[in-house]
């Protein structure tokens, strides 16, 4: 067991690493945006002077490497800082500012939450069409699971959402077409009407988990440990369960935290369509004003996402091998 | 007594391009209930391919064409799936050649074992992994009680081997199909291995088919043997009269094979200096020492034979020569001349005298170039030859090696057989003009016919080139054909060393007697007899952890 716990310390580490050059990337990528907040608040009355007063309130005539630094010490203790638009509420007698924090805290709730409603749906569906699709690969069944999947994955994800609202929300009123959810919802009306999205999101996020299955264990059937299985007499559907997916299981899992990180970071026009007030929504707002210290905390967000998903796909990779679970 | 399996007229075919081409030409098969046939030749002869149809099953892009297998009344061809499964695994089990690779590495190997019985119905779990104990205490799998509960990484060759044995009795089966079982381990683990598949095999009267290329071996095993030759059978008879007094040609050829011998050279001179000389060597993986003071010399146009079983350290000896693995401690010499340990720092000239032939032809020639530019490159690199020049030398080389260069020249690996793949890799070491060279397992790949044409090669082409060999084999059939010198090495350690005839004359040192006895011989009764010499619980592994 020391082995893999040296291991994950390893990956923990470098991922530490990869955030620190990520925030790096960020800082530099934003501050090359065009335009600057205090021009875009003041629009048509931005007068040099208020130009100026602004950007020496919030910080922006210090010099690039000064702000960086300030901003990494503020992400290390926590503190994400304060967004430019409360601020400047509060200067013009608005009810008081909010962090940054507070202000994403439950935005990415509700991410998280919708994330996790999909890959409740998609990820065990697309596992288990992929074992259906390797058990009966080349048939009628195979063939029509693949384009199924392939032309959901090939349009756009707003089409998708059309599609879905005009049948399970126009002609079959079975779900709420708009998915505003607030706090305090209770759990059940919260999953209704989380629904939609959901299932927009499933369709665009199964092909690949599902496909990646089907290569990982047709892969697998030419092993002579398959053969063996089947000339002890095993069913083919437990050749593949039994014999053929556990040594399957790495890229699989691989391919499912790819695909649950796009769930977290990719979902801006899901949300737009259905209304649904995710982190993607407040991301691109964020953007449109310039509203830098939002921005940034937006992108380390889904980096450490993108890195902690990946880390846990390693790690159960890892785990899913005898071989390193067991040393010799 | 009626038959247990009877098959009659089978043909199959496999496919290449979309064309169906013959595997099987006909053949019929009787076996009766308790009885063991052999089923014996070269690769590409069908053996394994009717040992599978024999279960009623084929291989992606195989099929039986024509013909019935019956067993116990069933058709096996014409059944359905449903019905061969019932059968299979409970009635009919197999042993597959690689027991590593069989074996599912995901799982343990009693929940291996108990997943044929429970699955059929023939047994519940926990009394199938009482079975399973039992039967690995039969098979003298050390550990029984504990054995089964380890992954299949967690336990060797030899023992995988046994504990696959047992899992195909799991069920009790009618008949075993042994598909090779032996051909992956060392001689002392091989013997071990065959000990306790006839124990358990006559302990249970159960039917087996019996498939190798190694005759001796299917001496102690089978009551008949048949011969096979690409599809076609060439004769069947019982062991002993099949061993004494064989009919066919092509069976008389199979066993004048074994007697093949190079007349040995006289003794080398006092005084003169070896080709190389290998001094002392100690030698590490990291921080673990592999091989521990290693020292013997290699004269010029002599054999000298480096024999052990795997993890003896005879290809990292190998290593240690050609530099690519400095040594810690210890030198090698070249003509006398103490050579730089690590091959970078060596000049192309000292590089050029030592050149290597790999185990593994395959792998070792690439496959996007033509033979002309495989051999052509050494000739290029080391002589300097360029364009017409470059080319007749290679011509001369493909000449040498009995291959007419105007077939040869433009053709890829892929479009030749494995003998003459080897021969390739010979005409590439050949092309540098070495003094010496490495032949590093070259024939363990080979049937046996095609491994004795490489040996002869060999030999003619150092009577004519005055080369020394350093030959790694664990083969001691082919140390008797060709060695003047002979090597044996143990743990890293050299255990005994001197001239061939020494070496297989007693008194041997305890280690060398046992490889040399567990070589298995033509008679049929070599093992009955060496088991009652030794003991049973005194063979293989067992013999060797005493020493």
Redesign the interface.
């Known amino acids: 067991m020391s082995s893999i716990l040296k291991i994950v310390l390893q990956r923990l580490g470098l991922g530490l690493v990869t955030l620190f050059v990520v925030s790096i990337v960020i800082f530099v990528a934003v501050n090359l945006l065009p335009g600057d907040f205090a021009e875009a608040i003041l629009g048509q009355g931005a007068t040099p002077e208020s130009v100026a007063k602004i950007r020496e309130d919030l910080g922006l005539d210090q010099p690039m490497i000064t702000r960086y630094f300030t901003w990494l010490k503020g992400m290390l203790t926590l503190d994400l800082g304060t967004s430019f638009a409360q601020l400047n509420f509060a200067n013009f007698g608005g009810a008081g500012t909010t962090t940054i924090a507070e202000q994403i805290a439950p935005r990415l709730s509700n991410t998280m939450f919708l994330a996790a409603v999909t890959a409740a749906i998609a990820v065990p569906l697309a596992v288990t069409l992929g074992i259906l699709a390797a058990l009966y690969r080349n048939t009628a069944f195979d063939k029509a699971a693949n384009m199924f999947t392939l032309s959901s994955i090939s349009s756009p994800e707003f089409f998708m959402a059309y599609v879905l609202i005009l049948f399970l929300a126009v002609l079959n009123p079975i779900f709420p077409s708009l998915s505003n959810i607030f706090d305090g919802m209770p759990f059940s009306e919260r999953l209704e009407k989380s629904m939609l999205p959901a299932l927009t999101l499933t369709l665009v996020v199964t092909a690949h988990m599902m496909r990646m299955t089907r290569a990982a264990i047709i892969n697998l059937l ?4 398959i ?9 083919p559907m ?1 050749v593949i369960v ?2 053929a997916l ?2 399957a299981l790495a890229p699989i899992i691989n391919v499912i935290a790819l695909n649950l990180a796009y769930l977290i970071t990719g979902v801006v026009v899901v949300e737009v369509v259905f209304v649904y007030p995710g982190i993607g929504q407040l991301f691109v707002d964020s953007v449109k004003i310039r509203d830098i210290p939002v921005v940034q905390a937006c992108c380390l967000i889904f980096a450490a996402a993108y890195i902690l998903l990946n880390l846990t796909a390693d790690i159960l990779s890892i785990l899913s091998n ?2 390193l679970r ?1 040393p ?1 | 007594m009626s038959n247990l399996l009877t098959i009659r007229g089978l043909k199959i075919e496999g496919r290449s391009d979309e064309t169906w081409n013959p595997i099987i030409n006909g053949v019929d098969l009787n076996l009766k209930k308790g009885e063991v046939l052999g089923l014996i030749g070269e690769s590409g002869a069908g053996k394994s391919t009717i040992g ?1 149809a024999a ?1 009623g ?1 084929t ?2 892009g195989v099929r039986i064409s024509e013909g019935t297998v019956e067993f116990d009344g069933i058709d096996l061809v014409r059944a359905s799936a449903a019905v ?7 009635r009919i ?2 042993v ?1 050649q ?1 027991a590593a ?7 343990k190997l009693i929940d291996q074992h108990t ?2 019985p429970v ?2 119905g023939v047994d519940n779990r926990a009394s199938s992994v009482e079975d399973g104990i039992e039967l690995y205490r039969k098979l003298r799998l050390p550990n029984p009680d504990e054995i089964g509960f ?2 299949p ?2 336990v060797s060759g030899g023992q995988l081997q046994r504990a696959m044995t047992a899992m195909a009795m799991s069920c009790r089966p009618d008949l075993i199909i042994f598909d090779e079982p032996t051909t992956a381990l060392d001689v002392t683990t091989q013997i071990e291995v065959l000990a306790s598949i006839r124990e358990i095999v006559e302990e249970f009267d159960t039917a087996a088919i019996y498939i190798t290329h190694d005759l001796a071996v299917v001496a102690q095993m089978a009551d008949t043997i048949k011969v096979l030759l690409r599809g076609d059978e060439v004769e069947e008879a019982d062991t002993r009269t099949m061993l004494s007094s064989p009919k066919e040609d092509y069976t008389k050829s199979l066993w004048a094979v074994r007697a093949f011998e190079r007349p040995a050279k006289p003794a080398v001179s006092t005084g003169a200096v070896p080709v190389v000389s290998v001094r002392n060597v100690t030698a590490a993986y990291g921080t673990t020492d592999v091989l521990h003071d290693v020292s013997f010399d290699m004269h010029a146009g002599r054999t000298v034979a480096v024999v052990g079983e795997s993890g003896s350290g005879k290809s990292t000896t190998a290593r240690c020569i050609t530099g690519l693995l400095p040594p810690r401690i210890g030198e090698i010499a070249f003509d006398g001349e103490v050579l730089p340990a690590d091959y970078r720092k060596r000049s192309k000239d000292q590089l050029r005298q030592a050149q290597m032939i790999y185990q593994m032809a395959d792998t070792a020639l690439n496959p996007r170039k033509t033979i002309g530019q495989i051999i052509g490159r050494p000739v290029q690199f080391y002589g300097g030859l360029t364009g017409s020049a470059r080319r007749a030398r290679v011509n001369e080389l493909l000449e040498q090696i009995e291959l007419e260069p105007s077939q040869y020249f433009n053709r890829l690996p892929s479009e030749l057989s494995g003998g003459q793949k080897q021969r390739i890799g010979i005409a590439r070491a050949l092309a540098a003009e070495p003094k010496f060279i490495i032949c590093d397992e070259v024939t363990s790949a080979l049937d046996q016919l095609v491994a004795e044409g490489i040996l002869r090669l060999l030999g003619e082409l150092q009577d004519k080139l005055g080369l020394s060999y350093m030959f790694i084999t664990h083969d001691l059939a082919t140390v008797k054909a060709i060695a003047d010198e002979v090597v044996v090495m143990k743990d890293g350690k050299v255990i005994e060393q001197g001239p061939k005839l020494d070496m297989f004359t007693p008194p041997h040192h305890a280690y060398t007697d046992l490889l040399l006895s567990s070589v298995p011989e033509m008679d049929p009764d070599w093992l009955t007899n060496l088991l009652q010499e030794r003991g049973v619980d005194n063979i293989g592994d067992a013999a060797v952890d005493k020493m």
Do not use: I, T, V
């Open positions: 030419a092993s002579p440990y053969e063996m299985a089947r000339l002890k007499g095993l069913s437990r039994k014999h556990p040594n005898p071989r067991h010799k | 599978l279960m099953y291989r992606d061969k499964r019932g059968l299979l695994g409970k089990a197999y597959a690689s690779a069989s074996f599912n590495p995901a799982h997943e044929a699955q059929h380890r992954y990484h967690q």
